[in-house]
Structures are given as structure tokens and as C-alpha cells.
């Protein structure tokens, strides 16, 4: 049995978060969309003011997987939540608990923080994801369809 082990990732893990990214954007077929550098990554979570955290998993001293999260608000709850950006473990680690780790560590913080939910997406065709998150007890949210605005429209909506 390999022994997992969940860390917060501090600003020396950039590099380890950064070759995390790759290999995730690499698996979901959207290395084309990666914009993310070291040097953006270490301003995201370790710059004055930062927009996430990240948790790394490591099999005995390999790091295979990532969980980069922050916080956000619910309007009926009138609370805050915790919203999983990716859940990434390399796939020669899949299968050997760092998934499960991470995700309960991040349960773990949400409820040391008081926050009510955690919350995160999954492309439809990763039906490996699917089954293990259903496994934990999630449920989707299939009456919900997520909208996103970059780039162009999002500059031309703010008049830019």
C-alpha cells in the first residue's frame, strides 16, 4: 500500500503545480487553452492578493495530483462554499487513494471554515470521475448549465 500524503502547496510548489496544469490540460484534450506560466500561477496563489489555494497529493515522495479551490458565496444559503477548480491525479496514480484524499481534505477545510458545500465540475465524457464521485455521495447538478464569457466578449460586455 502506497502512503498518501495531502499538502497545501506553498509558492516553492509552482513548478510541481504548473507541470500539474500541463498534465491536466493534456489529459482533458485542452492543452491549446493552457495560458497559465509559473509566474502567473505563483501571483494566483501566493501574490498579494490571492484567488485560490492549492492541495497537492504525493505517492510516498511523487507528486501525482492536484486540487486547486476557493471560496465562494451562496445567495439562498447566505453562506460561504468551497468551489473544487480541477481534481487532477496523474493516471498511473488513479486507483491508489490520492483522489479520495484530496477530495476529503477539501471537505475537511470547507467544514473548518465554516462553509456549507462543496461544489465542482466534470466534463460529461469522464465517466470514471462521474462513478467515483457518485461513490462519495455527490449528485449532479444536471438542471444547471454553466455559462462562462473570456476574451473578446467579455471585454466587449464591459465596454472595453
Given at each position: ?40 500561477i ?20 511523487e ?37 479520495f ?17 462543496v ?5 460529461d465524457?469522464?465517466?470514471?470521475s ?15 448549465t ?15
Amino acid at each position: 500500500m502506497h502512503a498518501v500524503r495531502i499538502v497545501p502547496a506553498t509558492e516553492s510548489d509552482v513548478a510541481a503545480v504548473f507541470r500539474m496544469i500541463l498534465d491536466l490540460a493534456e489529459y482533458e484534450k485542452l492543452a491549446h487553452e493552457v495560458t497559465a506560466t509559473e509566474e502567473r500561477i505563483r501571483k494566483a496563489l501566493f501574490g498579494e492578493d490571492p484567488a485560490a489555494e492549492a492541495l497537492l497529493a504525493y505517492l510516498d515522495e511523487e507528486c501525482v495530483g492536484m486540487a486547486p479551490f476557493f471560496r465562494v458565496y451562496s445567495t439562498f444559503r447566505a453562506e460561504a462554499g468551497l468551489y473544487l477548480e480541477d481534481l487532477f491525479v496523474k493516471p498511473h496514480a488513479r486507483g491508489k487513494g490520492a483522489g479520495f484524499a484530496l477530495l476529503r481534505r477539501v471537505a475537511q477545510i470547507a467544514i473548518e471554515r465554516g462553509w456549507g458545500r462543496v461544489e465542482w465540475g466534470v466534463l460529461d465524457w469522464n465517466k470514471s470521475s462521474i462513478a467515483f464521485y457518485k461513490k462519495l455521495g455527490a449528485v449532479p447538478m444536471d438542471e444547471w448549465t454553466k455559462y462562462r464569457l473570456t476574451g473578446d466578449a467579455l471585454r466587449r460586455l464591459a465596454g472595453c
